[in-house]
């Protein structure tokens, strides 16, 4: 091998050294910002998915996607309606809580596709969640599993899911549009509202009760 083959031999070396070297700082830096911006969902998925970069995909992917959503705040009105809605769920409960988490569930796929949200199946809207209310969406992941198994979950976990539920319930509602105006057609509205109740004066879901009987078969 000549000199001048030996110098560009070793200069394609010294390039792929600094490639992967770029490559591994790329890709921790990387994983750092997802591990930063998902949390604890950041290790759900990858134990989910088995393996890291296929867990990291996923998770850039709904990151993109709910980029494109176009979102909004409830009116004070659409808010009123639905704190008195989640009062009634709640009161249920002590007659029959596995329609009380039933209903609770219901509720809130109605006020998440009010606020704009896809409707899909109840794994996508976890996973939306994530992205932007990552501490409330591990709640509606808890909620659910314990919701799937109602029929054999005991009334103190039957209570734990609607406390889940609670969770994700105050994040959806806690931001009100400053002015009830009309809203125009959105993605993923369902059909036109009932009636709305006129007061617009902040309601704090009160405290869940601690006593409660099992439903009825």
Avoid: C
């Avoid at 110098?7 to 750092?32: N, S």
């Avoid at 199946?121 to 994530?130: K, V």
């Amino acid at each position: 091998m000549s000199g001048q083959e030996t110098t560009l031999a070793i200069a394609v070396a010294a390039a792929v050294v600094v490639l992967l070297f770029v490559w591994l700082f790329m890709r921790r830096h990387r994983t750092q910002a997802l591990r930063a911006a998902f949390g604890e969902e950041y290790d759900r998925t990858v134990a989910v998915r088995g393996k890291r970069s296929t867990a990291e995909a996923d998770l850039m992917e709904r990151r993109e996607r709910v980029s494109k959503f176009t979102t909004r705040p409830l009116t004070a009105a659409e808010r009123d309606r639905y704190v008195s809605d989640w009062a009634e769920t709640k009161a249920l409960f002590v007659d029959s809580p596995v329609e009380a988490v039933s209903r609770a569930d219901r509720l809130l796929t109605e006020v998440m596709r009010t606020r704009g949200y896809p409707m899909a199946d109840f794994e996508h809207r976890h996973a939306d969640l994530t992205v932007d209310h990552g501490d409330v969406a591990k709640h509606y992941l808890a909620g659910q599993e314990i919701a799937a198994r109602s029929n054999d979950a005991t009334t103190e976990e039957l209570r734990r899911a609607l406390n889940h539920y609670e969770a994700l319930f105050a994040d959806m509602t806690g931001e009100v549009a400053e002015v009830d105006e009309p809203v125009a057609a959105r993605k993923g509205d369902g059909d036109g509202d009932s009636d709305l109740a006129q007061s617009h004066a902040p309601v704090r879901p009160a405290a869940f009760g601690k006593t409660a009987r099992p439903a009825s078969d």
